[in-house]
């Protein structure tokens, strides 16, 4: 059954290539894949781990995530956007902009581990940069009457969120100073309050 899988892809493929001539070399290859794929070890059962009660991340999974983190920064940062555990299923969300190499990175890095890779619109590099802009504009954006309570990049690299008591009038006067394209998302939030 192994074998007839593969045929079909390798007949597919040659399918496929023979049907690319005008393309440039590579251009279907270093997207990587679309839409998102899973690891090997996503096959696998396994059951949660607990201490007091409470689910843990298991040793293996989280030396996998670290090692993606380290690299996805250091070396794929025109591809990583970042990552979550889900800790009852005993996986790992890796987010990226669709990238061979990358992709080829998570495949041997996971070995056993179950890891879910999803696309994403912006890297955690681009976030990085909207979530510094949109800081170190907080005095203008006070003196402007926009009261921002919090900014923090997302995880899938999806956009920066903006916490604000008004978020129509956030949306409209910030997309006016960054562009409608900013990666910003604005949430209605109230002031921060301190713990009694």
């Known amino acids: 059954m ?3 899988r593969f045929g079909a892809v390798l007949l597919l493929a040659v399918l496929m ?3 690319c001539a005008d393309e440039e070399p590579n251009s279907i290859d270093e997207a990587g894949v679309i839409g998102g794929w899973a690891t090997a070890g996503c096959g696998l059962t396994r059951l949660p781990a607990y201490a007091s009660g409470m689910p843990i991340t298991p040793a293996k999974l989280n030396a996998v995530m670290t090692e993606i983190e380290k690299a996805g920064r250091r070396d794929y940062a025109d591809s990583y956007a970042g990552l979550s555990v889900d800790q009852e299923h005993v996986r790992a969300y890796v987010y990226r902009v669709p990238s061979v190499t990358f992709d080829d990175f998570i495949r041997r890095t996971a070995e056993d581990v ?6 994403a619109a912006n890297t955690a590099v681009d976030l990085s940069y909207w979530h510094d802009r949109v800081l170190a504009d907080l005095a203008y954006w006070t003196h402007e009457g926009v009261r921002i309570v919090s900014v923090g990049a997302r995880h899938d690299g999806s956009a920066v969120d903006i916490g604000t008591r008004d978020v129509e009038r956030a949306r409209r006067e910030l997309s006016a100073r960054y562009g ?13 309050r301190p713990l009694d």
């Open 2 to 4: 192994r074998r007839g």
């Open 17 to 19: 290539t023979g049907g």
């Open 114 to 119: 179950c890891i879910l890779v999803r696309d």
């Open 180 to 192: 409608a394209r900013a990666p910003l998302h604005f949430l209605e939030e109230g002031p921060v």
